[in-house]
């Protein structure tokens, strides 16, 4: 493992905070393919350490509920071993969190000090700004490993708690760029070209994904298991009012009660459901200003129900206000990994240029 000494010391003393971009020249054809289910995360940490404060810190941030759900999911599920634990099989998961400090006597920093160099112990311990740095491929191709370490336990506690929302989303990138190379592996040349032709934008449907509606403004698109319904919708109209984006739950009202309606009963549609409250957040979408929504959708017979994530934003070229959502139909399922793909497929639409 002595090569380890070199990458990351690279990492360290280039910067902090930054997730190393993977332009490292290593050759990772050798390593074997990370294993593990989509949303797991291994983390290592000494025992003391986890069942401590330190340990529930990182607990509230990966095991934190998810907003938007119709029950509570965590972030991550997460697995805990003790250093010593770490065998050749557990190296292979697609996510790893090594944690732990140095000024205590334990297996987190006898595993630091075997793993770094003499040199990058003292500056982590020198330097306050460094507490996390990261790796690709480490032990596995397609794995992504982040290093959580401090000299002092309230130290890295209060980092953690400052960038909690920053740690989430280093690992839920990661999630989202492997979920999109197994989705669009065979893209749906038909659709995207269809899309281009009749609504002047593009967006990539995976191949399980069937046309349901296209209409001037509004296209629909489906993948309908026996348990499982996911779909994607776009509509769009002239772009008037700035309020808009204050007021994307009665957008969105207003969308699906007149296009997600039963064909053979008229009084059935969708509407919105506000047992929850919406989630609203302003992003940046393509470069565009968007506003993001989260929240549940019913039926108007209250006969089904689910979540869905939508965006609101308007195009400067063709000044149409868009809005495209993502909604399932689970009934008993977990949703965290079906709304993870209808967020990267919104993510892939691009205005015709």
Same mark, same amino acid.
């Given at each position: 493992m002595r090569y380890l000494y070199i990458i990351f010391a690279m990492l360290i003393f280039s910067c902090s905070e930054k997730q190393n971009n993977g332009k490292e020249k290593r050759n990772t054809s050798t390593l074997p393919k990370a294993r593990g289910d989509a949303g797991e995360l291994l983390i290592v940490m000494d025992s003391t350490e986890w069942q401590a404060s330190l340990g529930l810190e990182i607990k509230k941030v990966f095991f934190e509920s998810l907003i938007g759900l119709p029950r509570p999911e965590p972030v991550f599920h997460i697995r805990h071993v003790h250093p010593s634990q770490l065998n050749s099989v557990l190296k292979?998961?697609?996510?790893?969190?090594?944690?732990?400090? %140095?000024?205590?006597?334990?297996?987190?920093?006898?595993? @630091?000090?075997?793993?770094?160099?003499?040199?990058?112990?003292?500056?982590?311990?020198?330097?306050?700004?460094?507490?996390?740095?990261?790796?690709?491929?480490?032990?596995?191709?397609?794995?992504?490993?982040?290093?959580? /370490?401090?000299?002092?336990?309230?130290?890295?506690?209060?980092?953690?708690?400052?960038?909690?929302?920053?740690?989430?989303?280093? @690992?839920?990138? =990661?999630?989202?760029?492997? %979920?999109?190379?197994?989705?669009?592996?065979? $893209?749906?040349?038909?659709?995207?070209?269809?899309?281009? =032709?009749?609504?002047?934008?593009?967006?990539?449907? $995976?191949?399980?994904?069937?046309? /349901? =509606?296209?209409?001037?403004?509004?296209?629909?698109?489906?993948?309908?298991?026996?348990?499982?319904?996911?779909?994607?919708?776009?509509?769009?109209? $002239?772009?008037?009012?700035?309020? /808009?984006?204050?007021?994307?739950?009665?957008?969105?009202?207003?969308?699906?009660?007149?296009?997600?309606?039963?064909p053979e009963k008229k009084n059935i549609y969708m509407t919105n459901q506000n047992v929850l409250p919406f989630l609203f957040t302003e992003v940046n979408f393509q470069k565009k200003y968007a506003v993001e929504t989260k929240g549940m959708w019913k039926l108007s017979d209250n006969s089904r129900g689910g979540a869905f994530i939508s965006y609101t934003f308007v195009d400067s070229l063709s000044h149409n206000l868009y809005y495209i959502e993502g909604y399932v139909d689970a009934p008993a399922k977990d949703k965290r990994e079906l709304m993870r793909e209808l967020k990267v497929i919104l993510q892939t639409f691009s205005t015709r240029k």
């Amino acid at each position: 493992m002595r090569y380890l000494y070199i990458i990351f010391a690279m990492l360290i003393f280039s910067c902090s905070e930054k997730q190393n971009n993977g332009k490292e020249k290593r050759n990772t054809s050798t390593l074997p393919k990370a294993r593990g289910d989509a949303g797991e995360l291994l983390i290592v940490m000494d025992s003391t350490e986890w069942q401590a404060s330190l340990g529930l810190e990182i607990k509230k941030v990966f095991f934190e509920s998810l907003i938007g759900l119709p029950r509570p999911e965590p972030v991550f599920h997460i697995r805990h071993v003790h250093p010593s634990q770490l065998n050749s099989v557990l190296k292979n998961s697609k996510n790893i969190l090594f944690a732990g400090t %140095l000024h205590r006597n334990n297996s987190s920093r006898a595993f @630091f000090k075997n793993l770094f160099d003499s040199k990058l112990l003292e500056r982590i311990q020198q330097d306050t700004s460094i507490y996390t740095f990261s790796q690709t491929d480490l032990f596995a191709r397609g794995q992504f490993v982040m290093f959580l /370490v401090g000299n002092e336990e309230l130290f890295l506690i209060r980092k953690i708690q400052k960038n909690k929302h920053l740690l989430q989303e280093r @690992f839920n990138s =990661k999630e989202e760029e492997r %979920l999109a190379e197994e989705l669009f592996r065979s $893209p749906n040349t038909e659709i995207a070209s269809a899309l281009q =032709k009749d609504h002047a934008f593009s967006m990539s449907i $995976p191949v399980s994904y069937i046309q /349901v =509606k296209n209409e001037k403004n509004f296209v629909w698109f489906r993948t309908l298991g026996a348990e499982i319904d996911k779909n994607i919708f776009c509509y769009y109209e $002239p772009y008037t009012d700035a309020r /808009v984006f204050k007021q994307a739950d009665a957008l969105r009202k207003r969308i699906v009660e007149q296009w997600i309606v039963d064909p053979e009963k008229k009084n059935i549609y969708m509407t919105n459901q506000n047992v929850l409250p919406f989630l609203f957040t302003e992003v940046n979408f393509q470069k565009k200003y968007a506003v993001e929504t989260k929240g549940m959708w019913k039926l108007s017979d209250n006969s089904r129900g689910g979540a869905f994530i939508s965006y609101t934003f308007v195009d400067s070229l063709s000044h149409n206000l868009y809005y495209i959502e993502g909604y399932v139909d689970a009934p008993a399922k977990d949703k965290r990994e079906l709304m993870r793909e209808l967020k990267v497929i919104l993510q892939t639409f691009s205005t015709r240029k």
